[in-house]
């Protein structure tokens, strides 16, 4: 099945600064990575995700690139802001089939002030 | 438009008791997954299912653990004689299931304390 590894397990980070959590999976027929905003005691929370069929996309201050030849795949936050501190969670899974996300194991994310 | 709701949102069961969590999903949506989070953990996938169906059920433990989605009604996950060790929050997602635009949107969660 698949396996998705993530890194790095936390990530402190001066307000202002970039920050980038990288991703990769094992199974090729993986076609889809969203990425999720854990806050505490909340629900993930989607904030950006991309198919297999681009490399790069961006919304604001998010982006994620992605290497299918590599299996990897990374998100980047520009200009963070102490709200940005959360855990971020990777996913890969097919959009057909078998659906089910398989997560990594998470980022902790502190923005300093 | 409400998101996906669950209920309750915390339930106290003592061991050997059975916990019964609801799942609504996003209206149009008629994909439902169930994920567990164990405390400091990630997600790990438990179930997936359409209407009266489950499609995917590799996740879920065998015994003691069910699902259902029937065809009026909120999905339920069943636990029957709870332990200790499945207290963890639960959480479903929803989602349209139509092939190239998929997406998952997580309800609040049920968090499960087993005394």
């Known amino acids: 099945g698949e396996n998705v590894e993530q890194h790095p397990s936390t990530l402190s980070v001066q307000e202002g600064d970039s920050a980038v959590i990288k991703c990769t999976y094992s199974?090729?027929?993986?076609?889809?990575f969203p990425w999720y905003k854990q806050e505490l005691g909340k629900r993930p929370q989607l904030i950006i995700d991309?198919?297999?069929?681009?490399g790069e996309k961006k919304d604001q201050r998010i982006a994620v690139t992605l290497n299918k030849t590599a299996k990897h795949f990374s998100l980047h936050i520009t200009e963070t802001q102490p709200e940005d501190s959360a855990v971020y969670f990777c996913?890969?899974?097919?959009?057909?089939?078998?659906?089910?996300?398989?997560f990594g194991s998470g980022t902790r994310l502190q923005v300093q002030p | 438009n409400a998101g996906v709701m669950q209920n309750p949102r915390h339930l106290v069961r003592r061991r050997g008791q059975e916990a019964r969590l609801r799942c609504s999903p996003m209206?149009?949506?008629?994909?439902v997954y169930w994920y567990r989070q164990l405390p400091e953990e990630g997600l790990k996938f438990m179930v997936y299912?359409?209407?009266?169906?489950?499609?995917?059920e590799s996740g879920m433990p065998k015994e003691r653990f069910s699902a259902e989605f029937p065809k009026e009604g909120p999905s339920i996950l069943r636990i029957q004689q709870v332990v200790r060790g499945d207290s963890a929050a639960y959480f479903c997602?929803?989602?349209?299931?139509?092939?190239?635009?998929?997406?998952?949107?997580f309800g609040p969660g049920t968090r499960l304390t087993v005394l």
């Open positions: 997602a929803s989602s349209t299931g139509l092939a190239g635009t998929d997406t998952q949107y």
């Open positions: 199974d090729s027929a993986s076609n889809y």
């Open positions: 991309i198919r297999s069929n681009v």
């Open positions: 996913a890969a899974s097919t959009d057909t089939g078998r659906r089910a996300l398989t």
């Open positions: 209206k149009g949506h008629s994909h």
């Open positions: 299912l359409q209407k009266e169906n489950i499609i995917d």
